[in-house]
Structures are given as C-alpha cells and as structure tokens.
C-alpha cells in the first residue's frame, strides 16, 4: 500500500505556513503528546437566573504521556471519564484546569484557527458509527471533507484518495456515491477510521472504535488498526472497556476511575501483577473461555454499591468506599502517583504486589469490611501473601544496607550485633 505525502499540494498559503511547522515526524519512544492535571468540569445550574450551584467532575487531575509509535489503552467503569478524557485531548472540549502539550507545544487553549494546522495531526475515531456519519452526504463527500477543510488537494484529486482509502480499509471503492444508512454498523465504523486517517494523522484517540460491533466484526476492526499502525506508523490512545481488547493492541494500559488515573503500566505487568484493588477487581472480572472450568469456582472480584457522583466524589481516596484494604489514610488523604516497579505506576496506600506504602495503618473501615465479605477467601489470602512475601524482600534489601551504614559510622556496635547474630544461629 503506498503512502501519500504528508504535505501534498496546500493550496492555502496560512494553512502551509502553520503545517510547515509540524511537519517533523517524532522518533519512536520520543514523547508526542503530554498531559498535565488535565481537569474538566461541568457546571451545573439552577434558578432563573441560572445560577452555578456545583459542578459534575468528569476529569479531576490527569497526568501521563503517549510516546510516538505506541497504543496507549485507557480502561474503566463507564461514567469514569475515558471518552471526556479523549475530547480533551484532541480539543473538542475545553479544558477546566491543566495543560496539553502535543510535540512540544501548549495545545490547551488555542482557539479554532490556532487549531486548524493541527487538527491534521491529531484526529478521533468516534464511539457511535450510526451518529458520527451525517446521513444527508455520501461517503466520498465525509471521508473527503478532511481534504477541504484543510485546504489539501491529494495526487491525482480528491475522488481517487477517497477510492484509496476506502480499500485500505476492507470497503468497495466502488461505494463512493452511497448513503451511511447502506451500510452495516461495521462498515460505518470503516467509515470513520477512514474519515480519520485521511490526512495522514500522526495521533488518533480511538473512543470504543469496536464497542458497537458485532463481535465477529470486532476481531476485523482491530485487526485494521493494528495493521495501519505498522503501515503508517501511527499512535493511537485508544478507550474501552473490552478488557480483552484492551490487552491485545496495547503497549501500555491506563486505569481510570471516577475521573483520575489509578495505575499505569505497561501490558504484561498490568495483566500478571496487577498493583491497584481496583484493577485486580477489573481484571477478575474477565471471563475464562475454557469448558473444563464451567462449574470451578469463581474467584470474581464483586464491588459494592455502584460508582460514586462524581458531583461530589469521597474524599482521600475515591475508591476507598468499595475497596476492601480501605483505612484511614484512606479515607483522609489523597494516594499519589508513584513509580514502585519500573514502569508501572500506581495511585494506592496499600498496593497489591507492593511494599505497603502505609505500613502503620492497619484498622479496617466498616466500608471494608463489608467489601471484604464479597472477595472470595483465596483471592484475600492471596492478597495477604504477596504483601507479606514483598515486604519481606524488602526488609531483607534494606538489612544489608543498614548494616553497612552501621559499620561505618560505628565498627565497635556494627561488631557486637554480628557476634549477637551469630551466637543465636549456634543456638
């Protein structure tokens, strides 16, 4: 399949000034979008007057980075924030609060003609193939608005690029002149990966691309992606909630919950060792497609009660009233973000898989103790022997080095604790 030049053809001169800009491609590895206490909230009003009387959370303080060439998945309960998180970066809705940084440059508040050049970078696949297509056009005239809008006219005009990615995608060429109601809701959301790659994206934020599909037709779509990923090297942040899906396109995978990032790492840690009670809880939850364990018991993970208003979210941390290792640090004080193996990031005060971060508080909430009624007795024990297992390794690392720095500062009592430890294995 050829690729089509990036540049081909702009017949506006401010429109080429301002894509001459970013017409360097970042290496793969090198960071191409940042995100920093991303926030948006939605105010809510009443009255006559319509007065602001709170607001709906949906994004409360992201962070993270997508590198070029990579496929970041963004995964959680629906109502957590994914698809206001992908409108964010792509623009489509302003910010409350934080910056987006995209190759470098501050993205967050640019208006509309600020936007235009880059709007040939950064494109969107939608989550509804039935609403995302407007049914008065044809399919040539929706996939080839991109070459309009942009001032862009392709090698050998717009009819023939609109032909050529229609193909590229698993559609007839020859369906040009069709309306979207002709199609399958597959082959609409053919339809707008076309619609996206038209330009030659650099990023595309994906939203549920195959949550509306059959799932016969599922395997195809990310098939598709996956394979104008190697083509045209692409990067991809892409949201669902199909955790299988999630784990078979991914590099990296990005916890949400109630509108903040969890846990962050990449795919093999996520899924082996999850750090996260939430995560954990998330990945029991994905079925085991093998006969011989129909009637096994299940080790399912059930939360209770559903997610909490993100109009008033619970203090500390926001999972703590259905977490069943929930204390009063818990409930008190905000987890930070912290890198405790190298490349996984977790948001918790007692991870699993992980040294205990809050060591000395021990007492269980009521919350937790009910929570703890529902996860079944080996997944707890489980729980009990890896945090034990971990915090002995690491009071086994740090015996050594304390050790050593006891010697340094005082060889007379670094002296007397060997001979001590030595008498007691004799004995």
């Given at each position: 399949?050829?690729?089509?030049?990036?540049?081909?053809?702009v017949?506006?001169?401010?429109?080429?000034?301002?894509?001459?800009?970013?017409?360097?491609?970042?290496?793969?590895?090198?960071?191409?979008?940042?995100?920093?206490?991303?926030?948006?909230?939605?105010?809510?009003?009443?009255?006559?007057?319509?007065?602001?009387?709170?607001?709906?959370?949906?994004?409360?303080?992201?962070?993270?980075?997508?590198?070029?060439?990579?496929?970041?998945?963004?995964?959680?309960?629906?109502?957590?924030?994914?698809?206001?998180?992908?409108?964010?970066?792509?623009?489509?809705?302003?910010?409350?609060?934080?910056?987006?940084?995209?190759?470098?440059?501050?993205?967050?508040?640019?208006?509309?003609?600020?936007?235009?050049?880059?709007?040939?970078?950064?494109?969107?696949?939608?989550?509804?193939?039935?609403?995302?297509?407007?049914?008065?056009?044809?399919?040539?005239?929706?996939i080839?608005?991109?070459?309009?809008?942009q001032?862009?006219?392709?090698?050998?005009?717009?009819?023939?690029e609109?032909?050529?990615?229609?193909?590229?995608?698993?559609?007839?060429?020859?369906?040009?002149?069709?309306?979207?109601?002709?199609?399958?809701?597959?082959?609409?959301?053919?339809?707008?990966?076309?619609?996206a790659?038209?330009?030659?994206?650099?990023?595309?934020?994906?939203?549920?691309?195959?949550?509306?599909?059959?799932?016969?037709?599922?395997?195809?779509?990310?098939?598709?992606?996956?394979?104008?990923?190697?083509?045209?090297?692409?990067?991809?942040?892409?949201?669902?909630?199909?955790?299988?899906?999630?784990?078979?396109?991914?590099?990296?995978?990005?916890?949400?919950?109630?509108?903040?990032?969890?846990?962050?790492?990449?795919?093999?840690?996520?899924?082996?060792?999850?750090?996260?009670?939430?995560?954990?809880?998330?990945?029991?939850?994905?079925?085991?497609?093998?006969?011989?364990?129909?009637?096994?018991?299940?080790?399912?993970?059930?939360?209770?009660?559903d997610?909490?208003?993100?109009?008033a979210?619970?203090?500390?941390?926001?999972?703590?009233?259905?977490?069943?290792?929930?204390?009063?640090?818990c409930?008190?004080?905000?987890?930070?973000?912290?890198?405790?193996?190298?490349g996984?990031?977790?948001?918790?005060?007692?991870?699993?898989?992980?040294?205990?971060?809050?060591?000395?508080?021990?007492?269980?909430?009521?919350?937790?103790?009910?929570?703890?009624?529902?996860?079944?007795?080996?997944?707890?024990?489980?729980?009990?022997?890896?945090?034990?297992?971990?915090?002995?390794?690491?009071?086994?690392?740090?015996?050594?080095?304390?050790?050593?720095?006891?010697?340094?500062?005082?060889?007379?009592?670094?002296?007397e604790?060997?001979?001590?430890?030595?008498?007691?294995?004799?004995?």
């Open positions: 399949m050829s690729e089509k030049p990036k540049d081909t053809a017949t506006n001169p401010a429109q080429s000034q301002g894509a001459a800009t970013l017409t360097k491609d970042p290496a793969p590895g090198e960071t191409l979008l940042k995100v920093t206490g991303l926030q948006k909230h939605f105010p809510i009003r009443k009255g006559l007057l319509q007065r602001q009387v709170g607001a709906v959370r949906a994004v409360d303080g992201l962070d993270f980075e997508v590198r070029a060439g990579e496929t970041l998945g963004v995964v959680g309960e629906s109502g957590c924030g994914k698809s206001t998180m992908g409108r964010l970066i792509t623009r489509l809705l302003e910010p409350t609060a934080g910056t987006v940084e995209f190759e470098g440059k501050d993205i967050t508040h640019l208006n509309v003609s600020g936007m235009r050049p880059l709007r040939r970078d950064v494109q969107m696949i939608f989550q509804d193939p039935y609403s995302s297509l407007n049914p008065r056009h044809t399919i040539g005239t929706i080839g608005a991109p070459f309009k809008l001032g862009v006219t392709p090698e050998g005009g717009v009819k023939k609109v032909q050529r990615l229609l193909s590229v995608v698993g559609l007839n060429p020859e369906h040009y002149n069709r309306y979207p109601h002709e199609f399958s809701g597959g082959q609409r959301q053919r339809i707008g990966i076309a619609r790659l038209a330009l030659n994206p650099k990023l595309v934020v994906a939203d549920e691309p195959v949550s509306a599909l059959d799932v016969s037709i599922q395997a195809q779509v990310v098939n598709l992606l996956d394979d104008l990923q190697q083509e045209l090297g692409l990067t991809y942040v892409i949201i669902a909630h199909d955790l299988s899906v999630v784990r078979h396109v991914s590099d990296r995978i990005a916890v949400m919950y109630l509108g903040k990032i969890v846990e962050l790492a990449d795919r093999d840690s996520l899924y082996k060792a999850p750090m996260h009670p939430y995560t954990k809880a998330l990945m029991s939850a994905v079925p085991i497609p093998d006969p011989a364990r129909r009637g096994a018991k299940s080790e399912r993970i059930l939360l209770q009660g997610v909490p208003s993100p109009i979210p619970p203090s500390g941390c926001r999972f703590h009233t259905r977490c069943w290792k929930a204390t009063q640090i409930k008190t004080t905000e987890p930070p973000m912290l890198e405790l193996k190298p996984q990031r977790v948001a918790c005060h007692h991870p699993e898989n992980a040294e205990d971060q809050a060591p000395q508080d021990t007492v269980l909430l009521s919350a937790a103790k009910e929570a703890g009624e529902l996860v079944p007795d080996a997944v707890l024990a489980e729980s009990a022997q890896t945090s034990q297992a971990v915090a002995n390794e690491t009071a086994a690392a740090k015996k050594p080095a304390v050790a050593e720095e006891t010697a340094a500062e005082n060889p007379a009592v670094a002296k604790t060997a001979a001590s430890e030595e008498s007691a294995e004799d004995k």
